[in-house]
T-cell receptor, first 113, second 116 residues
Framework: GDSVTQMEGPVTLSEEAFLTINCTYTATGYPSLFWYVQYPGEGLQLLLKATKADDKGSNKGFEATYRKETTSFHLEKGSVQVSDSAVYFCALRDKAAGNKLTFGGGTRVLVKP | GAVVSQHPSWVICKSGTSVKIECRSLDFQATTMFWYRQFPKQSLMLMATSNEGSKATYEQGVEKDKFLINHASLTLSTLTVTSAHPEDSSFYIC????????????FGPGTRLTVL
């Protein structure tokens, strides 16, 4: 079945540091890939997405590129802020699996001033 | 727009009692709602998918008689954990999409259930 693996946290960074969260996946079909973010006390919010190989999703300074050859969708941000402290979830949506979302375990990021 | 709320945000109950969790789409009509369960430091696991006016579709391994889902209107779905036991303690999250098969789901903030 489909699965998503992402690096375990917590990841602690200083403000303006570079952030990378690794995400790899296995899927039976050709999935769409997503990054969701969950701020404290709030629901998951869609951060960015990519629907096919080599697509790059971007939002709020975050980027992730759909790499089919390495089955990866790593999240990056060049200069993090304290407000980026949250839990980040990588996920895939596979039409071959009924369009369900499959999530990774989440990575908590803490940015210190 | 596309705000989803859950109530309560946390609940503590005694073993053997039933607990109802509500999921509401506040500013849109949700044809489809999803219920997830999240254990500490683990992934969100899809429990069931419900379409308004239809019976919920449960994932393999989820007891439909224990986790009763009702989606009676386009803005409200409820999850009732019947005869709760300590192993049912978890974080329950709902999401909603505007139409069946829609790519984007909008998530609620979650409900923390603790069964003593």
């Amino acid at each position: 079945g489909d699965s998503v693996t992402q690096m375990e946290g917590p990841v602690t960074l200083s403000e303006e540091a570079f952030l990378t969260i690794n995400c790899t996946y296995t899927a039976t079909g050709y999935p769409s890939l997503f990054w969701y973010v969950q701020y404290p006390g709030e629901g998951l919010q869609l951060l960015l997405k990519a629907t096919k190989a080599d697509d790059k999703g971007s939002n709020k300074g975050f980027e992730a590129t759909y790499r089919k050859e390495t089955t990866s969708f790593h999240l990056e941000k060049g200069s993090v802020q304290v407000s980026d402290s949250a839990v980040y979830f990588c996920a895939l949506r596979d039409k071959a699996a009924g369009n369900k979302l499959t999530f990774g375990g989440g990575t908590r990021v803490l940015v210190k001033p | 727009g596309a705000v989803v709320s859950q109530h309560p945000s946390w609940v503590i109950c005694k073993s053997g009692t039933s607990v109802k969790i509500e999921c509401r789409s506040l500013d849109f009509q949700a044809t489809t709602m999803f219920w997830y369960r999240q254990f500490p430091k683990q992934s969100l696991m899809l429990m069931a998918t419900s379409n308004e006016g239809s019976k919920a579709t449960y994932e393999q391994g989820v007891e439909k008689d224990k986790f009763l889902i009702n989606h009676a209107s386009l803005t409200l779905s409820t999850l009732t954990v019947t005869s709760a036991h300590p192993e049912d303690s978890s974080f329950y999250i709902c999401s909603a999409s505007k139409w069946q098969g829609a790519a984007e789901q909008f998530f609620g903030p979650g409900t923390r259930l603790t069964v003593l």
